[in-house]
């Protein structure tokens, strides 16, 4: 079978990915080659080949494209898109009011068509690869789960852009734990949960 996508002719088709859930919305994927057009027996999807479905940009003109509007795209794939906030100042609510905290630079992934948002903490040399950085747990008063997955409460981003994004993150009143009133984000106190490809990959299984 050839499609044409892109403008790019004869893409031919060689490998399936099939998501099976179970009623708790539990995924599990598994991969299948393609012979004669017909689907293989497969084999569960392991980590680094979902790490490469995510790494893999769907087309690298759309994220240079992107990149001229957002800079802080790290990769893009056909459902994320991941990308970092330098350390600084953020805007949130405590307590139901607005306070000015200092976070640690901060990894977001989110989905392009869905409300679906991820985030971890990262201290990273210029040296380092993105995908080897190590990621901490980040959180705002407990509204973020030890895997980084967003509990989005009210929150509701204008768009799916990066800025929409994160303003949903930091500014709704109701993602914050009310009696929450201190916040101190020294990175090495805050816990690690892997390198950005370990947390990727556990994003792609659809399981944290």
């Known amino acids: 079978m050839e499609i044409e996508i892109d403008g790019r002719p004869s893409l031919t088709l060689t490998k399936a990915v099939l998501v099976y ?11 299948h080659n393609l012979v004669g057009g ?29 990149k001229e509007v957002c800079p802080r795209v790290i990769l893009e794939s056909d459902n994320y898109r991941v990308w970092y906030r330098q350390h600084g ?65 009210s929150a509701n981003p204008r768009s799916m852009t990066p800025d929409d994004w994160e303003d949903a993150f930091f500014l709704s009143s109701k993602t914050t734990k009310e009696g929450f009133s201190k916040i101190s984000y020294e990175i090495s106190k805050l816990k690690e949960i892997g390198t950005l490809k370990d947390c990727l990959a556990l994003v792609a299984r659809q399981q944290i």
């Open 89 to 153: 100042y953020a805007v949130t609510y405590l307590n139901g009011k607005k306070r000015r905290i200092w976070c640690p630079g901060l990894i977001f992934c989110g989905h392009k068509t869905h409300r679906r948002l991820f985030v971890w903490a990262f201290q990273r040399d210029g040296q380092s690869q993105w995908m080897d950085t190590t990621m901490r747990h980040f959180t705002l008063g407990h509204h973020v789960n030890n895997h980084g997955n967003v509990c989005l409460g």
């Open 21 to 31: 859930t179970d009623h708790s919305g539990t995924a599990v994927a598994t991969e």
């Open 38 to 66: 017909k689907i293989m027996p497969g084999a569960a999807l392991d980590l680094s080949a979902l790490v490469k479905l995510i790494e893999n940009p769907a087309s690298s003109e759309r994220l240079h494209e992107f």
